[in-house]
Nanobody
Framework: QVQLVESGGGLVQAGGSLRLTCAAS????????MGWFRQAPGKEREFVGA????????YYADSVKGRFTISRDNTKNTVYLQMNSLKPEDTAVYYC?????????????????????WGQGTQVTVSS
């Protein structure tokens, strides 16, 4: 079955950096756009960014643009989220997801969270 396993979360001071990794198995990874999402306590799930199957196009939410970078290695079935200049408001559980319908991310927004395979999430905490 499909498994997505995130790692790399932790506690970091404001202004610091973290790199999250999502390792995928049980699917033909290079066929899927991959997304990163986050959910803070008491808040709705939020789109962070997505990368298309080839890695040639990447899309970001306005809140992370210029600070976060998504990349992928299809030879390793892995997608990455490099987070720089972290802020306390970036504190959340971060999830990677494989997009089963390869939707259009050019708006920088996702309002339909159906038809994704989801990982279990990794906690990122940014202290002020």
């Amino acid at each position: 079955q499909v498994q997505l396993v995130e790692s790399g979360g932790g506690l970091v001071q404001a202004g610091g950096s973290l790199r999250l990794t999502c390792a995928a198995s049980g699917l033909t990874f290079s066929n899927y756009a991959m997304g990163w999402f986050r959910q803070a306590p008491g808040k709705e799930r939020e789109f962070v960014g997505a990368i298309i199957w080839s890695g040639r196009r990447v899309y970001y939410a306005d809140s992370v643009k210029g600070r976060f970078t998504i990349s992928r290695d299809n030879t390793k079935n892995t997608v990455y989220l490099q987070m720089n200049s972290l802020k306390p408001e970036d504190t959340a559980v971060y999830y990677c997801a494989a997009d089963q319908v390869n939707r259009d991310y050019s708006s920088g927004y996702v309002d339909d969270y159906n038809n994704y395979y989801w990982g279990q999430g990794t906690q990122v905490t940014v202290s002020s």
